[in-house]
């Protein structure tokens, strides 16, 4: 058991009989009335955020997760497919538990969160900045844009398709957060 002074971002909490992680927490101390803790909490099975408000010092029951490195190799009917970078082993993954799937590219190294107890994978996080090649731009043509921040798609090596700036070009190199997937630079070689 956890109270609310053991929370922090990334914490697999037991809420309402189903698994969840905290994405963001505040301790509240307010003038008048008891402290108490405001919290994200992401749904692990549904991929949904809630938002929920603890009382000070109220028990949680913390869930046991182990990150364990992993690489994709290839995708098909039966889902996505991870080897485990330490024993080899594969395992398959069912696209609900990737976190942006259309943005794996193969051989990407990832980090799969299984459930300690029951070995069963719970979500696949993608690293934070992953480099792309666009395969794929309309020419941005200098002058045809009145402010300073204009975006145009591009769709990279994977399919995806991510806003970028006009000066960007098919054949570049870029760096995308995958949180957002948003443009972040362009990649020197």
């Known amino acids: 058991m956890a109270t609310t002074a053991d929370f922090r971002n990334g914490m697999c909490i037991e809420f309402n009989g189903q698994l969840f992680f905290i994405i963001q927490f505040q301790h509240v101390k307010p ?7 405001r919290t994200k909490l992401k749904n692990v099975s549904t991929g949904k955020v809630i938002d929920n408000t603890f009382s000070s010092g109220h028990k949680v029951t913390e869930a046991r997760v182990e990150r364990r490195p992993h690489q994709y190799l290839y995708k098909d009917d039966m889902g996505y497919h991870f080897m485990n970078s330490e024993t080899f082993e594969q395992v398959n993954i069912g696209e609900e538990l990737v976190e942006s799937p259309h943005l794996l590219k193969e051989g990407l190294e990832v980090e799969v969160v299984y459930h300690a107890d029951t070995e069963t994978p719970l979500m696949v996080n993608l690293p934070q900045f992953i480099n792309y090649e666009v395969t794929y731009t309309e020419p941005g043509v200098r002058g045809d844009t009145s402010s ?20 960007v070009n098919t054949g570049d190199k870029i760096k995308v957060d995958t949180r957002d997937q948003s443009y972040v630079e362009r990649v020197k070689e």
């Open 31 to 37: 003038g008048k009335g008891p402290a108490f803790v």
């Open 148 to 167: 300073t921040n204009s975006l145009k798609p591009a769709t990279v090596d994977t399919g995806a398709t991510i806003m970028v700036p006009l000066f």
